[in-house]
């Protein structure tokens, strides 16, 4: 969307002042109350003179039923370009975060602390999400067979992540020990979705080499063994709670809630707006052209990597009438806590 028209230095003020007022009241503002707070000693009649002007612009917005003005999507735009970066996190809050991670050696347990921190921190809604690459490639896999038709997988990855899965088979420990020493040795260092594409296409060439191995490797393969459905794009979502409060409509809420259960359309949502490619934090308002129940929401995120390779995301989603400047601090303190952490236990 484009940019809205270039403002003067005292449209700059005042839309500040008013953008500032409703976040932190939820009230329209009216010129009065700017009036009180102004500096400059500028006029109720001087302000609504400034404030009809940013309305003509399309930077504020008129409730039917009230006389002061509320910020616009666009208004929230270009309140955050404004802002400098240079705001520092509290002792409170950098306490917090610094608790929270004490002791945490991998993505998993990274990402799980992250959306509770950020949620904790924000009263809105904490996300993280972990994606498969070549740190959370395979490490080695183990089978053992636990019984009659049950047969325990267990996946260790490069960054630590463990995974089991129990599996319906009837296979000897032998055969299955032979598996494994297939996988360890031929696919140590793959990432999940690499491994099954070679798997498969060697399942198709080489059968008739490794006849009774590559059965077993096949049944194990078919029945999710190496998959990473769970893993691969691991979600945590916390702080659904916290939008409860703030909005009055119950069937928004109700959409709202649906669409924070439905994790795929979150990382969705992280997918078409963090760019594994950005360095500073982004602030995304309008999420409705993703997922239109969230209307007048917004999202505050950036990647997570370790050294120059992209992990995950994490994020904040709240209400247009966010904290802007402290939760892009908490988000670039926590992604940068996370390239420090992670690569500090490898």
Do not use: C
């Not at 009649?45 to 399309?58: Q, W």
């Amino acid at each position: 969307m484009p940019p809205g028209p270039p403002i003067g230095e005292r449209e700059r003020e005042i839309l500040t002042a008013i953008v500032e007022t409703f976040i932190a009241t939820g009230e329209p503002v009216g010129s009065r109350t700017l009036a009180r707070a102004n500096r400059e000693g500028l006029s109720p009649a001087t302000i609504r003179n400034v404030m009809s002007d940013l309305a003509d612009s399309g930077y504020l917005e008129q409730p039917h039923t009230s006389a002061g003005r509320v910020p616009s999507t666009e208004a929230y735009r270009y309140y955050v370009e404004q802002l400098t970066g240079k705001a520092r996190l509290s002792n409170s809050d950098e306490n917090i975060i610094q608790e929270s991670f004490h002791g945490v050696s991998d993505v998993q347990e990274f990402m799980e602390r992250t959306s509770h921190v950020l949620s904790l921190i924000s009263h809105n809604v904490g996300v993280a999400v972990a994606i498969e690459g070549p740190k959370n490639a395979l490490e080695h896999v183990y089978f053992s067979r636990l019984g009659d038709q049950k047969v325990l997988a267990v996946l260790v990855t490069r960054s630590g992540l463990v995974r089991d899965r129990v599996l319906r088979l009837d296979i000897s420990q032998a055969d299955l020990d032979a598996a494994a020493r297939f996988l360890n040795e031929n696919f140590r260092g793959w990432t999940m979705e690499a491994m099954r594409i070679e798997l498969a296409r060697r399942l198709e060439q080489e059968r008739s080499e490794y006849d009774r191995l590559m059965t077993s490797v096949e049944q194990l393969y078919k029945q999710g063994a190496l998959a990473a459905d769970d893993g691969a794009q691991m979600v945590y979502v916390e702080g659904a709670a916290n939008l409860v409060a703030g909005e009055q409509d119950r069937q928004r809420l109700q959409e709202l809630l649906k669409t924070l259960e439905e994790k795929q359309k979150i990382v969705g949502l992280l997918g078409a707006y963090l760019d594994a490619k950005q360095e500073a934090v982004r602030v995304v308002i309008g999420l409705d052209q993703t997922l239109p129940s969230m209307r007048n929401f917004v999202l505050i995120g950036a990647p997570a990597r370790v050294g120059g390779e992209v992990m995950g995301s994490l994020a904040v989603i709240g209400p247009t009438r966010i904290d802007y400047e402290h939760t892009m601090t908490a988000v670039s303190y926590i992604a940068r806590l996370f390239d420090k952490i992670l690569n500090e236990s490898e």
